[in-house]
């Protein structure tokens, strides 16, 4: 079991909500639509890239968090295929701040023994971009932590076309013309193959949607909607999470 005043100061109202998890049933994959750093800004006066910016602080805390609870796998929802409708000066500012947070948090992420992967179509990202990630996925690819694991680029469609793709190709050069299309076979050829779907699915900022993300891995899922906007999203918030995660009764279609 985790230690707890390691995560949160003895007395706090983290350390109660800590408190009240059960560690031999966390969540073992959480996936997070960090949404409304636009909107934290416009209710500020700000620039939406200021919102960007201060949501970095809430993506190391809850990083940080999920590595010391235990958590196996951490998805983040940073980049979407459809994020490119929005102004290029927006774009290249998320980008920048992508690869300053690789910068600044390697270490420490080296440190919390975490390995760094993607899922997406990382292939399309700027040449510097995919570097810097691919040096980060290099450098903590012996970690046997919490895998942290950053959609860019994602579309959950894109993902399903990507993986017919990859099915067929498959097939052409094994000349597999018995090949049996099974649910396994198509999670195999997801980008997220080999891990779990997300036991729960966290998404900020008051949207009640999917926004194309995780679509297959989803399927039974609990979700927790808050309004809270992704820079004021805090430890607490995900501690919050997992206690009412654990509160509810996981049937999968069964009695
Ligand atoms: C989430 O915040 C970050 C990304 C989608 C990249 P938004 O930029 O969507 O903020 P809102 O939803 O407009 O407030
Ligand atoms: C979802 O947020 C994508 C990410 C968090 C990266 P959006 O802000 O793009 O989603 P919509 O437009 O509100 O559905
Ligand atoms: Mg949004």
Same mark, same amino acid.
């Given at each position: 079991?985790? /230690?707890?005043?390691?995560?949160?100061?003895?007395? *706090?109202?983290?350390? +109660? !909500? @800590?408190?009240?998890?059960?560690?031999?049933? &966390?969540?073992?994959?959480?996936?997070?639509?960090?949404d409304?750093?636009?909107?934290?800004?416009?209710a500020?006066?700000?620039?939406?890239?200021?919102?960007?910016?201060?949501?970095?602080?809430?993506?190391?805390?809850?990083?940080?968090?999920?590595?010391?609870?235990?958590?196996?796998?951490?998805?983040?929802?940073a980049?979407?295929?459809? /994020?490119?409708k929005?102004?290029?000066?927006?774009? *290249?500012?998320?980008? +920048? !701040? @992508?690869?300053?947070?690789l910068?600044?948090? &390697?270490s420490?992420?080296?440190?919390?023994?975490?390995?760094?992967?993607?899922?997406?179509?990382?292939?399309?990202?700027?040449?510097?971009?995919?570097?810097?990630?691919?040096?980060?996925?290099?450098?903590?690819?012996?970690?046997?932590?919490?895998?942290?694991?950053?959609?860019?680029?994602?579309?959950?469609?894109?993902e399903?076309?990507?993986?017919?793709?990859?099915?067929?190709?498959?097939?052409?050069?094994?000349?597999?013309?018995?090949?049996?299309?099974?649910?396994?076979?198509?999670?195999?050829?997801?980008?997220?193959s080999?891990?779990?779907?997300?036991?729960?699915?966290?998404?900020?900022?008051?949207?009640?949607?999917?926004?194309?993300?995780?679509?297959?891995?989803?399927?039974?899922?609990?979700?927790?909607m808050?309004?809270v906007?992704?820079p004021?999203?805090?430890?607490?918030?995900?501690?919050?999470?997992?206690?009412?995660?654990?509160?509810?009764?996981?049937?999968?279609?069964?009695?």
């Amino acid at each position: 079991m985790a /230690n707890l005043e390691e995560i949160a100061p003895r007395g *706090s109202r983290g350390y +109660s !909500l @800590l408190q009240a998890i059960d560690f031999d049933r &966390l969540p073992q994959h959480i996936a997070v639509i960090m949404d409304g750093n636009g909107r934290w800004a416009a209710a500020r006066r700000l620039p939406r890239v200021a919102g960007h910016r201060a949501g970095i602080a809430s993506v190391k805390e809850v990083v940080e968090t999920s590595a010391r609870l235990g958590i196996r796998v951490l998805t983040l929802y940073a980049f979407s295929v459809e /994020n490119w409708k929005r102004p290029k000066s927006e774009i *290249s500012t998320l980008m +920048s !701040l @992508l690869k300053e947070y690789l910068q600044k948090e &390697l270490s420490s992420i080296i440190k919390n023994n975490i390995r760094f992967c993607t899922i997406g179509r990382v292939n399309d990202l700027a040449p510097d971009i995919q570097q810097s990630l691919q040096k980060a996925i290099a450098e903590t690819s012996q970690n046997n932590g919490m895998i942290m694991n950053i959609a860019l680029n994602y579309g959950g469609r894109a993902e399903l076309v990507d993986a017919f793709q990859s099915i067929m190709r498959q097939v052409a050069q094994n000349g597999h013309r018995d090949t049996v299309i099974t649910e396994q076979l198509i999670s195999d050829h997801l980008y997220t193959s080999g891990l779990d779907d997300p036991d729960l699915l966290i998404r900020t900022s008051g949207e009640m949607r999917i926004s194309n993300f995780l679509l297959w891995q989803i399927a039974y899922a609990e979700i927790w909607m808050t309004p809270v906007y992704w820079p004021d999203f805090r430890r607490e918030h995900l501690l919050q999470a997992i206690v009412d995660y654990q509160k509810r009764d996981r049937r999968y279609g069964g009695l």
